[in-house]
């Protein structure tokens, strides 16, 4: 599967593979300078990519796992979804979940880019959605 991209600045670095079988493709700050992030604050991590999903895929932006659990710092929300049609920047919001400050540096890797397929669905309101075994059980209602 070949993935378009444009460097939107020149020491921007193209995606990379931690390993022949790894399922994400690293991201790379491409800043100027060191972005400092506050205990508890978002900071926004720009990757100088602007990247084209093959069609009926999105790029979702996970954590590096060594990040988020050596430095603390994670998607803010969660995972980042990066549509078929976003055409602008490849950003990583990071949230740094220490009580110190964390400084990302040019060229860090800040995240994981995997490409997932998606579907296209029509919502269809409907009197009734039917029975489950499960019901309306909610948070913890099938046990451990």
């Not at 430095?71 to 979804?81: M, Q």
């Not at 049609?85 to 009580?99: F, P, Q, S």
């Not at 040019?106 to 919502?123: K, T």
């Amino acid at each position: 599967m070949t993935v378009k991209f444009v460097k939107l600045r020149e020491n921007a670095k193209k995606p990379t593979q931690g390993s022949l079988c790894s399922a994400g493709y690293d991201l790379y700050a491409c800043c100027d300078e060191k972005i400092s992030i506050e205990p508890h604050r978002v900071g926004k991590i720009p990757t100088g990519l602007s990247i084209q999903p093959p069609e009926g895929y999105f790029g979702a932006i996970f954590a590096r796992s060594g990040l988020a659990t050596k430095n603390g710092l994670r998607p803010a929300n969660c995972v980042g979804v990066c549509d078929e049609d976003y055409t602008g920047e490849y950003m990583v919001a990071l949230r740094n979940d220490t009580d110190t400050t964390q400084v990302v540096a040019p060229g860090d890797r800040v995240a994981q880019l995997v490409f997932l397929p998606y579907r296209l669905v029509v919502f269809e309101e409907v009197d009734n959605i039917g029975e489950t075994a499960r019901g309306a059980g909610g948070f913890g209602s099938t046990g451990k």
